[in-house]
């Protein structure tokens, strides 16, 4: 299970946050606090696993990606692996990419119910539900048509 | 007429991105939401959506509340254009709780939607569901996603599949009617929907992994013919979840997920089927054989030689892959060993923690010495954290089952104190414990421990760092307990009450104070000759001189036993009768103190006519 998205920029600011269970706004804003810390400290060759039991629970992990000023941090339990989860950060930011043209910071900030979009046609109630860059564009562009 | 010029969800990024600072921010945020508290209640639905979108961005990005506008919320869901609805959905989805009690009103909302024409309508219907399900919800709901199930469209099919998952968590009655139908998706044409089936049929298992063992034939196919890796991946780990219910499923499967494993080139597959046959396949040479040349290839892949190319995600995973092979495949810890090791020295902190997990599961009491000598190395050049972990680990290995893997105490208690001097050292209560236990526990030890605890109090260089505090408590009890151990007893009193004690802890002061008890008692009993009568008159001078104002102490228990120690010195100078009364406690301080089982409580009788 995927238990969070976050996109926050490198000053830990967030751009985007979905959390799959259910939280205070006040908790929530706790936990990118934290998630911020736990990777602000890692260097760019390091691995893109964070051992995140103090911040979610026993055996959950951060996987991220540190793209430009951005971090892509998808949150998950034992139940799902972490190299597909890489990966699905990729396709992630590769659709991002597609429906934004070179996509940037600035494109996450102003296109907030469209950046949601996506990740829904990803992931859905914290279960992946589509891995394919080229259908994602698809569904996507037919909702903001 | 007041909402001419309400601001847009852009407008609002914009404001606030030209705020510099957090205060400036916080205001403007403030400023909006009074804003938006109007515009919501408008009648217009455009204004109403933008206030609505502007509150959820509020929400999620600066941890706004908007519980108080739900039934807006709602109000918006129910608008007949398609991007208000979106806004509608997006904010309920993410604000929308079990005690929200407007969800009594949108489930006929929901059913509409869920069977709408537009594909993407019905899948925000399902994709809001999927989040915001409640017991009631679903009961009302199940058979509309049924329905869907059974949708010419793909798009619809697929995500009614996973939603199922919450339907059957929220109303596990439903499982009974709708069983059937989530397994009859493992047949589906399109791979998506199939994936997203074993991904339900994984989630659920993983609660309760028996009732989906009938499934095994299905899945099995799916094992032997899918291509598709993130449904291999998902497969792979609800077998692992089946094997352990019947050791014939994990025989039947070993051949085609060694064939998945040599076919595929996605990583992420092999590292799961490596994880899968740690879990049932352990007996079988031939799929272990086959784990452990894949995850070399694998950690030879995450060494590029010189550091230059390591792949550190490689290195993290494959050693922890190397952790669940161990039980059966050891030899790819020795094989690797120098690379492990070296990996405690790694800059990044995942990989030293794999390392040292892997290293500690490979503990025997013939390597014992080694091992703790390989990790008080790294620790004494480690920074805090790391540094504590090793420590921590050091001490919680070698107590493990009541010290079961340490051949020689002696060579113990000096890691016990070398350990104390690390640097970064912040173990103290599990020192003091462990340093009481043995003494307890090990007679043969008790000399090594008293010199350890007299080395302690008198260098009191160590005492800055405030973790060495406890260290010291179990220091000043040794000395006074094994009082006959210990040397230079007059040394020791001076150690213990020396004016930097004061500064410790009221709860340490008094275990010094207790144990400058014991010492006198035993010293003054013994006292046969008379220079040894000036040198117990030398130690009351000591104490007088040193102790006195902690008769006065804030601390009661401080204030009490340096009373009780005054009280002694009294006794001890007022001659007549007092050889034979300190006789006496010295004898009862000299009966040695053993540890209690923690099942001793429940051995003792309850006496008849006492009611618990």
């Known amino acids: 299970m995927i238990d969070a998205v976050l996109v926050m920029n490198t000053q830990g600011k967030p751009r985007l946050a979905k959390f799959y269970k259910s939280l205070s706004p006040v908790k929530q804003q706790e936990i990118v606090r934290k998630v911020y810390s736990g990777l602000s400290s890692r260097a760019e060759h390091f691995c893109n696993f964070v051992e995140a039991d103090e911040i979610f629970g026993a055996r959950t992990k951060l996987v991220y990606k540190h793209f430009a000023t951005l971090y892509f941090v998808f949150v998950i339990d034992s139940g799902e692996s972490e190299l597909g989860i890489l990966d699905l950060i990729q396709v992630f930011v590769e659709t991002l990419d597609s429906i934004f043209k070179n996509v940037c910071e600035l494109d996450i900030v102003f296109n907030f119910n469209k950046v949601n979009t996506v990740l829904d046609e990803i992931v859905m109630g914290g279960q992946v539900v589509e891995t394919n860059s080229t259908e994602i564009v698809k569904s996507v562009q037919e909702i903001f048509k | ?612």
């Open chain 2, 1 to 612: 007429m007041d909402y001419l010029f309400q601001r847009s969800l852009d407008d609002l990024v914009k404001g606030l991105r030209s705020q510099a600072a957090a205060s400036g921010e916080s205001r403007y945020v403030a400023k909006a939401l009074e804003e938006i508290r109007k515009e919501i209640k408008a009648t217009d639905p455009h204004i109403k959506a933008a206030a609505v979108h502007k509150l959820a961005y509020l929400n999620a990005l600066h941890g706004v509340d908007m519980a108080w506008a739900a039934f807006q919320v709602v109000e918006v869901m129910s608008m007949p254009k398609f991007s208000h609805k979106k806004i509608g959905y997006l904010a309920a989805s993410q604000s929308f709780t079990d005690s929200t009690d407007v969800l009594l009103l949108i489930t006929n909302l929901l059913k509409k939607d869920l069977s709408s024409k537009n594909e993407f309508e019905a899948g925000m219907a399902l994709e809001c569901l999927s989040r915001i399900a409640t017991p009631d919800l679903v009961r009302d709901l199940t058979q509309d996603v049924l329905t869907m199930l059974g949708s010419s469209k793909l798009y619809i099919r697929k995500k009614a599949t996973l939603v199922l998952f919450k339907v059957f968590s929220k109303h596990p009655e439903s499982i009974r009617v709708a069983f059937k139908r989530l397994v009859e998706k493992l047949d589906d044409r399109d791979s998506q929907v199939v994936a997203a089936c074993v991904s339900v049929l994984h989630e659920l298992a993983r609660q309760d992994p028996q009732p989906y063992l009938l499934l095994a034939p299905e899945l099995y196919r799916l094992l032997v013919e899918s291509t598709n890796n993130w449904l291999l991946i998902k497969l792979v780990k609800l077998f692992a979840l089946l094997m352990p219910l019947e050791p014939r499923l994990a025989k039947k499967i070993a051949e085609p997920l060694c064939e998945q494993m040599r076919r595929t080139s996605a990583k992420s597959l092999v590292l799961e089927c490596i994880r899968t046959i740690t879990v049932g396949l352990l007996d079988n040479t031939e799929v272990v054989e086959l784990a452990a040349g894949k995850l070399q290839e694998i950690l030879a892949a995450s060494h590029g030689g010189d550091g230059e190319d390591d792949d550190p995600n490689l290195k993290y995973l494959g050693l922890q892959a190397v952790l669940d092979l161990l039980p059966v495949y050891p030899q790819l810890v020795t094989q690797s060993k120098s690379v492990i090791i070296s990996c405690l020295n790694d800059v990044d902190p995942s990989v030293q923690m794999a390392s040292l997990r892997l290293i500690v599961s490979m503990v025997s009491d013939s390597n014992l010495a080694d091992t703790v000598q390989i990790l008080m190395r790294y620790a004494l050049s480690a920074e805090k954290i790391f540094c504590n972990e090793l420590l921590s680990s050091i001490l919680s290995t070698c107590s493990r089952s009541f010290y079961e893997l340490v051949t020689d105490f002696s060579w113990y208690v000096g890691v016990l104190g070398e350990l104390v001097r690390v640097p970064n050292f912040e173990q103290g209560k599990e020192v003091e414990r462990q340093l009481v236990d043995i003494g307890l526990r090990v007679e043969s030890v008790r000399k090594d421990l008293s010199r350890l605890a007299r080395d302690f109090l008198i260098d009191s260089s160590t005492w800055e760092n405030s973790h060495i505090h406890r260290v010291l408590a179990a220091a000043a009890w040794i000395a006074g307990e094994y009082v006959e151990l210990a040397g230079d007893l007059f040394e020791i009193v001076e150690a213990l009450l020396q004016p930097r004690m004061k500064k410790l802890p009221p709860s340490v002061q008094a275990v010094f104070l207790q144990a400058v008890l014991k010492i006198l008692v035993h010293f003054a009993s013994a006292a046969a000759t008379a220079v040894d009568a000036e040198v117990v008159d030398k130690m009351v001078t000591l104490i007088r001189e040193n102790a006195g104002s902690l008769q006065s102490h804030v601390d009661t228990e401080v204030q009490e036993r340096a009373s009780n120690l005054f009280g002694l010195i009294s006794f001890i100078e007022d001659e007549a009768g007092s050889g034979e009364m300190l006789a006496g406690i010295r004898e009862a301080f000299a009966k040695d103190l053993g540890p209690v089982s923690q099942f001793s409580q429940q051995r003792v009788v309850v006496p008849d006519g006492l009611e618990l």
